[in-house]
């Protein structure tokens, strides 16, 4: 039986498969958490899931999600892994976001998991790859591989710092997503102007977290073998600061 966080990853992984067999690969990229989780092995898990969007239609773009929800094939996947799709609305469906709210059942145990898949769209969508997904994800999971577009290691980390800096309410993961981040070496190279102009606010933001906000809203995400580790203040503290030091070196 995969906990609750696995189990949201297994349907995510599904749809991304799915996903990437009906659209255009050139037209959608994977970024956000799962980006992080799936290409750069964060070990935080993603309770949703973000892409941007290129140039298909609202109409196509619905018309293709709602096909993949539906079909007998990919619900017999779920299945396989003893889930299934109790729920699915569509609240928002507009020129720049297209959300899809969906509740999985996990059918031994009876849990229903919520999640979302959202899509904003973008007039140009550049700094990608497509690459298979994690082979150790993959394998953990007994999946088939993915192949999917998603951004490059310098882009997510130029969002990140924006999403730091621009959110109006501040996330404690994007701070510990910044630390895989710059572990990775993301800050080996120069940053462009606008990602530098956001720094000054992600640092400012980044100070104001303290350990409760991130134990409330991160830890649960992490993987297991790692949440004692991180239970710990002083490895929230020497992250943070870490994360701290390393943006304000971007400022000179």
């Known amino acids: 039986m995969w906990n609750q966080r696995q ?71 779920l299945q396989v892994h003893q889930l299934e799709i109790v729920r699915v609305s569509a609240p928002k469906q507009t020129e720049t976001t297209q959300r899809w709210k969906i509740t999985l059942k996990q059918s031994r145990a009876g849990n229903e998991l919520p999640t979302k898949i959202e899509f904003s769209r973008r007039d140009v969508i550049d700094t990608t790859l497509v690459e298979p997904v994690d082979p150790l994800v993959i394998q953990s999971y007994r999946l088939y591989p993915v192949l999917m577009r998603h951004y490059t290691l310098q882009a997510a980390f130029s969002q990140k710092i924006a999403a730091l800096a ?9 701070v510990f997503d910044l630390k895989l981040l710059l572990d990775a070496g993301a800050a080996q190279q120069p940053i462009n102007a606008l990602t530098k102009g956001h720094v000054e606010a992600a640092i400012l933001n980044a100070m104001v977290i303290d350990y409760d906000a991130f134990a409330a809203q991160v830890l649960a995400f992490i993987e297991p073998d790692y949440q004692q580790f991180y239970g710990q203040r002083s490895a929230w503290a020497t992250l943070q600061a870490q994360v701290i030091a390393s943006l304000e070196r971007l400022q000179s």
Do not use: W
């Open 166 to 174: 621009l959110r109006e309410q501040i996330q404690s993961r994007d």
């Open 7 to 77: 189990a949201v990853e297994i349907f995510h992984l599904h749809f991304l498969r799915a996903l990437g067999l009906r659209v255009d690969k050139q037209l959608i990229a994977l970024k956000g958490g799962c980006n992080l989780r799936f290409f750069f092995k964060s070990i935080r898990y993603s309770e949703d899931m973000d892409l941007d969007a290129h140039t298909i239609s609202v109409g196509t773009l619905r018309s293709n999600v709602s096909r993949i929800l539906e079909a007998p094939t990919f619900r017999n996947g």
